[in-house]
């Protein structure tokens, strides 16, 4: 939440989707914009709008807020937890060098630069989706191009098959295609890509019922079972007046 009541470091905050007259109530778990769920789903990172940016750890339930070392890397977005759960990945540079995907484990210590390749960070797209061995990760490189990018030494694969305008949103169950959407136009189509030979396939469409005032997409996301879409989006409203007889 980025509401006054938030504070100016901003709320995160955790509620069910339960569809009860009320809904459940919400939880606010500390402060910072939330990136993700860790592997488990016992805690969520959280970028602190501090200067400069801070990550840290918040935890669903009982526990204390970690606020992890930066070192001399300023924090750039673009996250993805590793699958053991004990590591997170994200888009970071030291002054006056290029970006590149720097790792940091959660139990201490500064963030270690992961792959020495140069990156972009994608403003649409908080958190990346690691696969599920932990060795590759779709990356937005300086030729504003999406690529798989190995973390395990092997080579870098052009992410065939993605638009322009689309971006990766997470892998399948199975961990052979990756679903992609473009923000930029309505209906929302996900497609399935399958990274090996670039054929992709429409998988979902979907778009708010009432479009009325819709401004923008903030983003959009697939729970790992491939059963429910989540997507966030800006409504601005406003009123117009006639006022006759001012003198």
């Known amino acids: 939440e980025q509401s006054e009541a938030a504070g100016p470091r901003y709320a995160v905050a955790l509620r069910k989707t339960d569809v009860s007259p009320n809904g459940s109530p919400v939880v606010r778990l500390g402060e910072g914009s939330p990136t993700g769920f860790s592997p488990d789903g016992r805690s969520v990172l959280s970028i602190l709008p501090t200067t400069p940016a801070q990550f840290v750890v918040l935890?669903?339930?009982?526990?204390?807020?970690?606020?992890?070392?930066?070192?001399?890397?300023?924090?750039?977005?673009?996250?993805a937890w590793y699958p053991d759960g004990k590591r997170i990945l994200f888009v970071g540079h030291e002054s006056g060098k290029p970006a590149h995907f720097y790792s940091q484990d959660l139990s201490g210590g500064i963030p270690r630069v992961a792959l020495q390749e140069d990156l972009l960070a994608y403003e649409e797209l908080a958190a990346l989706p690691m696969s599920s061995d932990g060795k590759t990760i779709p990356c937005f490189r300086p030729d504003r191009k999406w690529w798989l990018c190995s973390l395990d030494g092997g080579p870098h694969r052009l992410l065939a098959g993605i638009l322009e305008d689309e971006f990766p949103v997470r892998w399948s169950s199975d961990g052979r295609s990756l679903f992609v959407i473009s923000p930029k136009s309505l209906p929302l189509k996900f497609y399935k890509l399958d990274p090996a030979n670039g054929r992709r396939q429409l998988w979902k469409e979907w778009s708010p019922s009432d479009l009325v005032g819709l401004d923008w997409l903030l983003g959009s996301d697939i729970t790992p079972d491939g059963r429910t879409i989540t997507t966030s989006f800006f409504r601005q409203l406003s009123d117009l007046f006639i006022v006759e007889g001012v003198k």
Do not use: Y
């Open 59 to 79: 935890p669903i339930g009982a526990g204390t807020p970690r606020v992890l070392e930066r070192g001399s890397v300023d924090i750039m977005e673009n996250t």
